[in-house]
């Protein structure tokens, strides 16, 4: 492999890890307003939310991008939820009068915070630490 073939597969394993920094901290906000509005009776369905990170191997995902040479062989998804089994019972429950908190408690902030995730994501990606190669010209 040659100084540019590793230098451009160094830059691209430190944006795509910036990606996963980016989305983790997006999710870990979307989280934080899900549980705001979450209705609360016992307090354990707040209490269950989560974020986290998982790189799924995709087997016709890494075909096309080994295509197209590149040397990314996962999908970086970072998934936010509750892991009571009654969650989704209350938050489509949008009949109920709620004393504490509401109903579509994590689709509601998904949507009216979309940019804002956006805007988390991208400046995750500005501000990580992604080097410069080093290569000459007639190393190209």
Do not use: W
Not at 27 to 37: K, N, S, Y
Not at 69 to 96: K, L
Not at 99 to 117: C, D
């Amino acid at each position: 492999m040659s100084k540019f073939d590793q230098n451009i597969s160094f830059v691209q394993k430190q944006m795509a890890e910036n990606l996963e920094d980016g989305l983790h901290l997006a999710g870990l906000t979307l989280q934080a307003e899900a549980q705001r509005l979450c209705p609360v009776d016992t307090g354990a369905l707040r209490a269950s939310a989560f974020t986290r990170k998982s790189k799924k191997n995709k087997s016709l995902v890494r075909k096309v991008l080994k295509m197209f040479g590149v040397q990314q062989h996962y999908e970086i998804e970072v998934e936010v939820g509750f892991t009571q089994d009654y969650g989704v019972y209350v938050h489509e429950n949008v009949g109920a009068n709620f004393t504490v908190g509401q109903a579509k408690f994590l689709e509601q902030p998904s949507r009216t915070l979309a940019t804002r995730l956006g805007s988390v994501i991208a400046a995750s990606m500005k501000s990580g630490n992604v080097s410069k190669p080093n290569i000459s010209d007639d190393q190209v």
